[in-house]
């Protein structure tokens, strides 16, 4: 079974950064599509951002220019880099993975809290 954990939540003043990490195991890295997804408060959770190891990473406008993902493959390891961050980010943020080749599955991170004070 995947299991994903993530790490690096926490309290930011507006302006700051943060770097989120999401360790991969239970089945071969490679076969999953990579994302992070939020849910701020009162709202739906939504794409933040997501990579393969063959695709160019993409993003959800909000976070363009401000927000990195990238992936290690040998440590099975998604980042968040997430930079210029303000009160609008704060939210509970998801580690996805999505198999994409064979059986098709979705598995979800235990959730990582980022708050940005003003």
């Known amino acids: 079974q995947v299991q994903l954990v993530e790490s690096g939540g926490g309290l930011v003043q507006a302006g700051g950064s943060l770097r989120l990490s999401c360790v991969f195991s239970g089945d071969i890295f490679t076969g999953y599509k990579m994302g992070w997804y939020r849910q701020r408060p009162g709202n739906q959770r939504e794409l933040v951002a997501t990579?393969?190891?063959?695709?160019?990473?993409n993003y959800a406008d909000f976070v363009k220019g401000r927000f990195t993902i990238s992936r290690d493959g040998p440590k099975k390891t998604v980042y968040l880099q997430m930079n210029n961050l303000n009160p609008e980010d704060t939210a509970v943020y998801y580690c996805?993975?999505?198999?994409?080749?064979?059986?098709?599955?979705?598995?979800w991170g235990q959730g990582s809290q980022v708050t940005v004070s003003s």
């Open positions: 990579i393969t190891r063959t695709s160019p990473a």
């Open positions: 996805n993975a999505e198999r994409i080749v064979g059986v098709r599955a979705i598995f």
